[in-house]
C-alpha cells in the first residue's frame, strides 16, 4: 500500500556532498517513522538515520554531525543530507517506513548507489 522511491545517489569525491530523497506513497505517511539504511559490499545492512512522525531524530554515531535527515510531510518526501563524505560511506542506500500505532506495517525502497572517491 505503501512505496518508497529513492534518488540522488551518485559518485562524489571525499569531502562532498550528496542529498538522497525518499519519495513515499500512501496515506499514513505523517503518522509513519522514516529511517536510512545503508549496505556495502560483503557487510550487512546497517541503520544510518530515523525520525518519527513527530520529528525525533535518532542517527548512527559513524554520521552523526555529518549527515542530517529531515521530512517534509505535506510532500511526502524524507532527505538525507550527506557532508564530509568519506570513502566507507560508499553503499547502497536504502529508504524504510514503519507505520506508528497498534496496526503496524514496515515498507522498503530499492536502493541508491553511493559512491565516494578517494
Known amino acids: 500500500q505503501v512505496q518508497l522511491v529513492e534518488s540522488g545517489g551518485g559518485l562524489v569525491q571525499a569531502g562532498g556532498s550528496l542529498r538522497l530523497s525518499c519519495a513515499a506513497s500512501?496515506?499514513?505517511?505523517?503518522?509513519?517513522?522514516m529511517a536510512w539504511y545503508r549496505q556495502a559490499p560483503g557487510k550487512q545492512r546497517g541503520s544510518v538515520a530515523s525520525?518519527?512522525?513527530?520529528?525525533?531524530?535518532n542517527y548512527a554515531g559513524t554520521v552523526k554531525g555529518r549527515f542530517t535527515i529531515s521530512r517534509d510531510n505535506a510532500k511526502n518526501i524524507v532527505y538525507l543530507q550527506m557532508n564530509d563524505l568519506k570513502p566507507e560511506d560508499t553503499a547502497v542506500y536504502y529508504c524504510f517506513a514503519l507505520t506508528e500505532g497498534a496496526n503496524v506495517r514496515n515498507y522498503w525502497g530499492q536502493g541508491t548507489q553511493v559512491t565516494v572517491s578517494s
Open positions: 500512501g496515506t499514513v505517511f505523517s503518522r509513519t517513522t
Open positions: 525520525i518519527t512522525s513527530s520529528g525525533s531524530t
